[in-house]
């Protein structure tokens, strides 16, 4: 820890730099031990800066957004958090030949986003303004719901490689699919996003967006801290029917428990420790395999020691 404070002590001068950060307070499942350090970058100069201090000095580093799809341990993560959310967050917009153009930094919050874009009647964007991730997030997994994912808006990313490159990806070149992309694959960092959007009905992107909320409050567990859907969906089966046909409906593990409102969701019921989720995981997905031998994949990523 003293080695980390030390390379990174210049940096305090010219960014945000947390000291035994909890990861509790970074993560939308409200669990986590602290993390050694945390950056926050301003820029793409800064979070250059912040890896290459980091890859000098041997120190592990993750990069992280609004935490939405996370669990971090209860030890914490002995290295460096570089967190992107609320940060690097530039939006332009262009509107040229009936098409909206918009360019938006990683750390913007996606739900902002798509409600900035259905707000001035643009349409394409509705499925996302529930969605708590950040844009690079939600890119590097190409996050959906309700039928809409970010493939079919995505003209292209800004991206730092994982060799130290700052590149522009066209979506042809993203391999978008079910929750991810060549970003994720290569390890890369999303930077920059550039959208494109059709004018619509704002009346009918005004209801479609209050029935999506509608939705969600009515089948989703909005009340708990959670990180949405748990598992990725498998082939030819819905994570939370199986688990739910598994009788696991309510299935508690300490704190932790499969919500009673839709069984895909783990929620933080109770004061629920990060080794109750993840031991609720694991006894989720092995219940279903015995009784249906269907893996589930977890959706969720876990850092730390578990």
């Known amino acids: 820890m003293m080695d980390h404070m030390e390379v990174f002590q210049t940096l305090g001068q010219n960014m945000r730099v947390l000291y035994d950060e909890p990861m509790a307070d970074h993560t939308t499942f409200r669990v986590g031990g ?14 250059r800066q912040a890896i290459r201090l980091c890859r000098d000095a041997s120190i592990p580093w993750y990069v992280i957004g609004n935490g939405s799809n996370l669990l971090v341990s209860d030890k914490g993560y002995r290295g460096v958090v570089i967190k992107i959310c609320r940060n690097m967050d530039l939006i332009e917009k262009e509107e040229k030949g009936g098409r909206l153009r918009v360019r938006a930094g990683a750390g913007v919050l996606l739900a902002t986003l798509a409600r900035s874009v259905c707000d001035d009647g643009w349409t ?12 690079g997030g939600g890119i590097t997994m190409n996050a959906g719901a309700y039928g809409g994912e970010m493939s079919q808006i995505l003209s292209g990313v800004t991206v730092f490689t994982a060799q ?4 522009e990806w ?55 801290p959670s990180a949405g859907s748990t598992f990725k969906r498998p082939e030819g089966y819905f994570a939370g029917k199986l688990i739910q046909d598994a009788g696991l409906k309510g299935y508690r593990v300490g704190g932790a428990q499969v919500s009673e409102k839709h069984s895909g969701f783990v929620i933080n019921a109770d004061h ?27 959706e969720v990523r876990l850092l730390g020691e578990f």
């Open 34 to 47: 602290p993390a050694d350090l945390m950056v926050i970058p301003e820029n793409v100069e800064q979070l």
């Open 124 to 135: 394409g964007f509705e499925f996302a303004t529930g969605i708590p991730g950040t844009l």
């Open 164 to 167: 130290g490159a700052i590149e």
């Open 170 to 224: 066209p979506a042809d070149r993203l391999e978008l699919g079910y929750r991810k992309s060549r970003i994720q694959k290569e390890e890369a960092i999303a930077l920059e996003a550039v959208m494109e959007f059709e004018k619509g009905d704002i009346g009918q992107i005004r209801e479609t967006v209050r029935s999506l909320a509608a939705e969600r409050r009515k089948k989703q567990p909005l009340e708990y």
């Open 272 to 298: 629920a420790t990060a080794a109750d989720i993840y031991q609720l995981m694991r006894d989720v997905g092995a219940i279903v395999y015995k009784k249906f031998g269907v893996r589930l994949e977890p």
